[in-house]
């Protein structure tokens, strides 16, 4: 099969690679979607010949297949696997981390938190979703429900969730304003959920064509936030008060401090976007203001089928976050795309 590889400097290649065999407690699965989400271009734009870090992970030496919104049906199954964990032709996500699977954090379905053993990344330093066949242990496996797309469950089992994850630590509520930072991928799930719960939403981000977007998935207010002051923009939508809730999502040290001054005294602030730093001032910042600052690592396999079930009852419209839908040969084009940040979510169909 061929797999889409990283290979720094903003290029990748399709490269051969056998076909997966299941070995004992796991499965092999037949792509149908396999997402693009923006920590992928953290690989994609890394300098050539650097091996990245995931987590303070040591990175895997060889080559590695990409993607890590992988979405499709189990295509063949490992000695020891229990019917009730996975029978062939059943329709799946991935939570896509490995830990030991037996510490605490692993049987809360937390298993990206392993302390035992260095955790695998699907789509990092394991392979991924960009090819034909993914083999994961069976324990990852999260069922899709037939009320959802392929392309809905590669949303699901990163950017979607990982917006998911940070507004339910929030406990987001219908009485909340929550003002959101960015408007890729997870910032408009953001907005798409968020509206969901019933909250008011203020989105920001730099993108006019991400504004408009946000404003089509329910934002009750858009604010540009290089054109405008976003602190002040937030405080006078909010009779001077601050939003109840802040995320930022985009991880630019200037959307990170403006999310945390733009929340409200006894507010709640939450960092999703991987990778840069941000200077506080902590007295007039957290301290005096009494806020609460929250760090959201995407999900556990368990708040993964909350919000895919979440999404089928409110009859979410996750598929519209796609804009493009690509074929694994179109790679290159697509993540040129991508990179540029100002499009929606892609996804390759097999």
Known sequence: MQGVVFTGGRELELMTFPDPTPGPGEVVLEMKASGMCGSDLHQYR???????????????PDPVIGGHEPCGIVAAVGPGVAAADATIGARVMVHHYQG?????????????LCQRVPVKVY????????????????????????????????AISCGTGTAWGALRRMNLSGNDTIAIFGQGPVGLSGTQLAKAMGARVIALDISPERLARAKEFGADEVVNSRS???????KDLTHG???DCTLDTSSAPEGRIAAIRSAKVWGTMCFVGERNNVTIDVSPDILRKQLTMIGSWTFSVIGQAECARFIVER????????????????AEEAYRLFDQQTTGKGVFLM
């Open 315 to 330: 009859n979410i419209a996750v598929d519209q976050l796609f804009t493009h839908r690509w074929k694994l040969e179109q």
């Open 46 to 60: 890394r300098p050539k010949g650097v091996k990245e870090s995931v987590g303070g992970l040591p990175a895997n």
């Open 100 to 112: 030991c699977a037996h510490c605490e954090h692993c049987r809360s379905g937390w298993q990206q």
């Open 123 to 154: 789509g990092n330093n394991a392979h991924g979703g960009h090819a034909k066949y993914l083999k994961v242990p069976a324990n990852t496996l999260v069922a899709l429900p037939d009320e959802l797309s392929f392309e809905a469950g590669a």
């Open 228 to 234: 405008n002051d976003p602190v002040a923009a937030i």
């Open 241 to 243: 008060r601050g939003a």
